[in-house]
């Protein structure tokens, strides 16, 4: 039987009961939970100064020890830097797992970019990373995560898989966001730096790569040549129909094999990553124009946006139950919609995060409060917190990252002291985020190294420190 990603990390002791000390029995004093300064993979002295900075205005004790611990995360446990054919090479891998996908490592660097014109070597890791984004796409579009060695077969169990598995690839899931991810992360370089080193003539062939994939994925002239089927017992591991996925009508939404959490679509057209895809092309369309001068480029990119867009206004919408309409969650194209939430950046919630909606939008405000309800059947409520999960763990299974989500959003300063105080109680004493744990229990909880969500615990903090500072200088 292949083994996927889910299965390497139950392998591992995913789901994990944290020691039955309360984690304030240390008291007043909490010990960093960093590596120590020499064995950290990368040092930073403007994230450095920024933790110093923003944790002076945390009067919590304990979280302020959080974001001391997760902030830097990425940065002191999952960035290996080199070079490669002459030029900076970044590998990013997720935490627990050694290999890096496109959407994790996009995400966790995103939250140190702002920093980018105060540390040379900070921007100099951002252009590998860029560059080894681009090499990944080369390699195989249609593949969500990579082998730093280009010629080495999966570490994941995936070689097995009913695809065409490449060398260098680690798995082959298709999804949307994949390619989102690093055009979003390139436009946030381009936008505080104005440094054209990385968007070269090789990073524009990974680019246009993604758009014509992404189009390819619209099926307007067949099924396309991308296909997966994995022997698995879980149908959210595998594609039906030999490997195409559900049959759709073909009305300009992109298909999507997986789900950001990895997980098989019902329905392939998931509307949460075409809102995506929407504004990941039109941030691509401006470093193209802008750091390349290529118009065409950008205009290719603009029009594809502009065809998902209005697919999406026609089919993307559905009944919210109250006479209203909300973003569903996947359809078909032939009228056929699934509504619930999956706690997984792109998500309904999370569509202000990747500028996919705007956080005061009526249609995103109705969505969103419908996701944080139970219409969606992923939403748990329970003695330790309220949250969305997923088919991915399980039920019950609280994502710390949907919690994260829900204050990011919200401008109630009580409704975010809330998801505070929960993030605070629910981290099994681990001084970390985690990928989910259990809604009565958080001594239960999966991947204790989970980068991604503690980079974005630590944007929660930035983001509060910026716009709700009296928040930080409150104790839980």
């Not at 020499?38 to 110093?52: H, K, L, W």
């Not at 919200?410 to 975010?416: F, N, W």
Request: glycine share 8%.
């Amino acid at each position: 039987m292949t083994l996927g990603r889910r299965d390497v990390m139950m392998g591992a002791g995913a789901i994990a009961l944290a020691a039955a000390v309360p984690a304030g029995a240390q008291g007043t004093k909490f010990v960093s939970k960093r590596p120590p300064r020499a064995q950290r993979r990368f040092v930073s002295t403007a994230v450095e100064a920024e933790i110093r900075r923003v944790k002076a205005k945390i009067a919590d004790p304990e979280l302020a020890w959080l974001f001391e611990n997760c902030y830097p995360n990425t940065l002191d446990t999952t960035v290996q830097t080199g070079v490669l054919d002459g030029k900076p090479d970044t590998f990013v891998i997720t935490g627990d797992i050694d290999a890096m996908w496109l959407r994790d490592s996009s995400a966790q660097l995103q939250t140190y970019v702002h920093l980018a014109n105060k540390d040379a070597g900070l921007r100099r890791m951002f252009v590998g990373a860029i560059q080894r984004q681009a090499r990944c796409i080369l390699v195989d579009p249609y593949a969500n995560a990579f082998m730093r060695d280009t010629t080495a077969k999966s570490n994941l169990g995936a070689r097995d898989d009913m695809t065409e598995m490449k060398p260098g690839v680690a798995e082959r899931k298709w999804e949307i966001d994949s390619l989102c991810y690093p055009m979003r992360f390139a436009q946030s370089y381009w936008s505080v730096t104005r440094d054209k080193t990385p968007f070269d003539d090789f990073w524009a062939r990974g680019m246009m790569k993604a758009v014509a994939t992404l189009k390819e994925q619209q099926r307007l002239e067949g099924p396309g040549p991308y296909r997966f089927q994995r022997n698995h017992p879980s149908p959210t591991e595998t594609l039906m129909f030999d490997g195409y996925g559900a049959p759709t009508r073909k009305v300009g939404l992109i298909h999507s094999g997986f789900r950001p959490s990895d997980d098989a679509c019902v329905f392939p057209f998931l509307i949460p990553s075409n809102l995506f895809a929407v504004s990941a092309l039109t941030m691509l369309a401006t470093v193209l124009k802008e750091a390349r001068g290529d118009a065409a480029g950008a205009a290719d990119c603009l029009a594809l946006a502009a065809s998902v867009r209005q697919a999406l206004d026609l089919h993307g919408k559905m009944p919210d139950g109250e006479g209203g309409q909300v973003w569903a969650y996947e359809v078909n194209g032939f009228g056929d919609a699934i509504f619930m939430d999956d706690a997984n950046v792109p998500s309904l919630s999370a569509l202000p995060l990747l500028g996919a909606a705007d956080r005061k939008d009526p249609l995103f405000r109705r969505t969103a409060k419908l996701a944080w309800s139970p219409r969606n059947p992923y939403f748990f409520e329970g003695t330790a917190a309220k949250g969305i999960g997923g088919p991915h763990i399980g039920m019950d299974m609280i994502w710390p990252m949907s919690i994260i989500t829900h204050a990011f959003n919200s401008d109630d300063e009580a409704e975010i002291r809330q998801c505070l105080t929960w993030l605070k109680t629910t981290h099994g004493g681990t001084g970390f985020m985690h990928e989910s744990f259990h809604k009565d229990n958080p001594a239960k909880f999966t991947r204790s190294w989970f980068a991604w969500v503690n980079g974005l615990f630590g944007d929660l903090i930035l983001d509060l420190e910026r716009r709700k500072p009296a928040l930080l200088a409150s104790r839980y």
